[in-house]
């Protein structure tokens, strides 16, 4: 079965001219939460609601940021908090943009909004921006939230290889004194106070 790009607006196939030009093209991730932060960003829908991939789905390298791949090895792979945010999406699916409307009533709304923060007195402008202040509500940008979410887990995946590594670490150390403890009984060096001491550091390699 070919392998083409499931995203809108892109013809991207798997084929001899996109594997020059360093084209790839990556199965969806098999965690749910990734995978559903994955169909959510390509805004795809069906008649059943958002559309579901199939095994054979497949997303090319062109709708991900480069900080998202891992080039380190023979294959080039994606990071796990990869998140695809690169799209040419058509209008009906774009993020729609407030228009200020120019009616007579919209306009009597805003002057009415407006003139309520025009400040009579110091005492008074400095209570109403307080009352301001308190229940104003800002709904927080998608992409700015994806964000926050893959440095988060870039810094999770950073302690997480910090931790294996102190791991390794410790394994080592504890099969050179287990090495050392051997070599002190063979040569009768090894009392019984030191013998304890040692077997707490050697503990389980």
Same mark, same amino acid.
């Given at each position: 079965?070919?392998?083409?790009?499931?995203?809108?607006?892109?013809?991207?196939?798997?084929?001899?001219?996109?594997?020059?030009?360093?084209?790839?093209?990556?199965?969806?991730?098999?965690?749910?939460?990734?995978?559903?932060?994955?169909?959510?960003?390509?805004?795809?829908?069906?008649?059943?609601?958002?559309?579901?991939?199939?095994?054979?789905?497949?997303?090319?390298?062109?709708?991900?940021?480069?900080?998202?791949?891992?080039?380190?090895?023979?294959?080039?792979?994606?990071?796990?908090?990869?998140?695809?945010?690169?799209?040419?999406?058509?209008?009906? &699916?774009?993020?729609?943009?407030?228009?200020?409307?120019? =009616? !007579?009533?919209? @306009?009597?709304?805003? $002057?009415?909004? #407006?003139?309520?923060?025009?400040?009579?007195?110091?005492?008074?402008?400095?209570?109403?921006?307080?009352?301001?202040?308190?229940?104003?509500?800002?709904?927080?940008?998608?992409?700015?939230?994806?964000?926050?979410?893959?440095?988060?887990?870039?810094?999770?995946?950073?302690?997480?290889?910090?931790?294996?590594?102190?791991?390794?670490?410790?394994?080592?150390?504890?099969?050179?004194?287990?090495?050392? &403890?051997?070599?002190?009984?063979?040569?009768?060096?090894? =009392? !019984?106070?030191? @013998?304890?001491?040692? $077997?707490?550091? #050697?503990?389980?390699?």
């Amino acid at each position: 079965m070919p392998v083409s790009c499931c995203s809108f607006n892109c013809t991207e196939r798997y084929n001899e001219i996109t594997k020059e030009r360093g084209v790839t093209f990556h199965t969806f991730p098999t965690n749910q939460t990734r995978r559903e932060r994955w169909i959510v960003a390509l805004r795809r829908r069906s008649e059943y609601g958002l559309w579901q991939p199939s095994s054979y789905s497949r997303l090319c390298s062109k709708h991900f940021t480069e900080d998202c791949f891992d080039r380190t090895g023979q294959a080039v792979r994606l990071k796990d908090y990869a998140v695809p945010s690169l799209f040419e999406f058509p209008p009906h &699916l774009q993020k729609k943009q407030t228009t200020v409307r120019n =009616t !007579a009533t919209s @306009q009597a709304a805003r $002057d009415s909004v #407006a003139s309520y923060f025009i400040p009579t007195t110091k005492s008074v402008a400095k209570k109403r921006l307080n009352v301001y202040e308190e229940h104003s509500y800002t709904v927080p940008d998608v992409e700015q939230l994806q964000s926050k979410l893959m440095a988060a887990e870039r810094e999770r995946d950073r302690l997480l290889k910090e931790l294996r590594n102190a791991k390794d670490r410790e394994k080592r150390i504890r099969r050179t004194v287990r090495d050392l &403890l051997e070599e002190l009984d063979s040569k009768n060096l090894m =009392t !019984a106070e030191l @013998q304890t001491k040692l $077997d707490f550091y #050697a503990g389980d390699c």
